[in-house]
């Protein structure tokens, strides 16, 4: 059988694989519903009965997400039984979304020509098939690793600097520690994490597990093994960790100016306290969840702001959510492209492919296409004014968890579209990055030329 000119042929091995989309939103949906039926035993409540459906399916739909967006208080609602359920479910999300995402950058590899997969592999030293399991292991072994020593550091900070029981302590650090690195944002305090709002410690620690969970497995990878020489750095880990430490640094100074004098914030803290609390702030609203501040008594200035950084999100390939930095990056260089006159795009002396670019701009204006419409739905369904609904819509297409505290009190059919948003909004922007990657075609003509007046 000949094959013809222009068709991109799946790998060997890789023939279940044609509807990589459709594998996506299977696996995802697959565990959402298993972590729903979970949640609806009698056993996963306190009180010892069964849950409401929706709560259920909201509660594992966060879960999975590794959103943090509840309908129930976490530790009052749910038993032991239930927090270790929601648990798994994080970890399974967690480790899932890296995996998966680790699996089609080796397809898409794969569907490029040998030509471009060469320059490909040399500009972002891409992975091959044989180096898929290998690297699959160690995206394990490196989330537990990490998992473990926040959880040895929570633990000791909460036995020695908050007097709770070591087996106690031992199971919030734990659980905390997972919520945190895979950017979930669940919390066994009814009040997140405010109670810890001037505690270093407790709040440096978590800081640093959502950093590393939501930098992405390629850039710590390339970290790992080449820290030392940052000129042989990739263009993704060169976009990825100079956007996140501008976006952490502007994020800190706009949320702590913005609430230093608010009373219901930052007012009553001290100076030190202030500024770990809007680094706390900026560092979570990049798809953590956690809070150390009351949200719903924040301005609007500050609200803004972190509906900005919610939606540009962490790396590609980890845990976090949003459009992704790279993608913002990528937009970013466009333009300054275009105002300079270039007639191309280069991030350092590299590159940007056409098809990259093609590629941010569907994937943000799609993005915006959907929390629009969610928005809009949220409006007609709904008492609350606009700045909270588009608070919550972003939080939850950007699969955060801030909540200004109306997630409970929204109706059914408000909740329903929240449990929407989450899972396309996790698994939106990977299948349709993927997608595109892969619709690989070449065409032998060129029609004519016309411009378009734009602006």
């Not at 200035?301 to 999100?313: K, V």
């Amino acid at each position: 059988m000949k094959r013809k000119a222009g068709r991109a042929w799946p790998a060997p091995g890789m023939a279940g694989l044609r509807h990589p989309t459709q594998m996506i939103a299977t696996a995802f949906a697959a565990a959402v519903l298993t972590g729903s039926a979970l949640l609806s035993l009698p056993v996963a409540t306190e009180s010892g009965t069964r849950a409401d459906y929706v709560d259920a399916l909201f509660t594992s739909t966060s879960a999975v997400c590794v959103t943090g967006l509840i309908t129930v208080d976490t530790p009052t609602y749910w038993s032991t039984f239930g927090e270790v359920v929601i648990l798994v479910l994080i970890q399974a999300g967690g480790l899932g979304i890296m995996t998966l995402a680790t699996l089609f950058a080796v397809l898409v590899s794969r569907r490029l020509g040998l030509r471009a997969r060469l320059l490909a592999q040399a500009e972002t030293k891409a992975l091959t098939l044989r180096d898929l399991r290998r690297v699959v292991r160690n995206i394990v072994l490196f989330s537990l690793g990490t998992e473990a020593v926040v959880a040895a550091v929570l633990t000791t900070a909460f036995v020695t600097g908050h007097d709770q029981p070591p087996a106690r302590a031992l199971y919030d650090g734990v659980f905390h520690a997972v919520s945190a690195f895979n950017n979930a944002g669940f919390s066994l305090n009814s009040d997140s994490l405010m109670r810890y709002v001037g505690d270093p410690w407790v709040s440096l620690t978590i800081c640093l597990a959502v950093v590393v969970g939501g930098l992405g497995f390629p850039v710590i990878f390339e970290l790992l093994r080449s820290w030392r020489s940052p000129r042989t750095w990739s263009v993704l880990t060169r976009l990825t960790l100079g956007l996140t430490g501008a976006l952490l640094v502007a994020g800190t100074l706009v949320i702590t100016l913005a609430e230093y004098t608010n009373p219901g914030t930052l007012g009553p803290l001290s100076s030190p306290q202030k500024w770990l609390a809007g680094f706390f702030a900026s560092v979570n609203a990049r798809t953590a969840g956690f809070n150390s501040i009351d949200v719903a008594a924040q301005g609007p200035e500050s609200l803004l702001a972190t509906d900005i950084l919610m939606f540009i999100g962490g790396g590609s390939a980890g845990t976090a959510g949003g459009i992704k930095v790279t993608t913002f990056g990528v937009l970013a260089f466009v333009i300054w492209a275009e105002m300079r006159g270039e007639p191309g795009v280069t991030v350092g002396r590299r590159r940007i492919p056409d098809a990259n670019q093609r590629q941010a701009l569907a994937i943000v204006l799609m993005s915006v296409g959907v929390v629009a419409c969610a928005t809009f739905v949220l409006l007609g369904v709904s008492d609350y004014g606009l700045d909270r609904l588009l608070f919550e819509a972003v939080s939850a297409f950007a699969t955060v968890g801030l909540s200004t505290g109306i997630t409970a009190d929204l109706p059914r059919a408000g909740q329903c579209v929240l449990v929407a948003l989450m899972f396309i909004g996790r698994i939106g922007p990977l299948t349709l990055a993927s997608a595109l990657a892969l619709r690989n075609r070449t065409r032998r003509y060129e029609l004519p030329e016309e411009r378009t007046i734009v602006g």
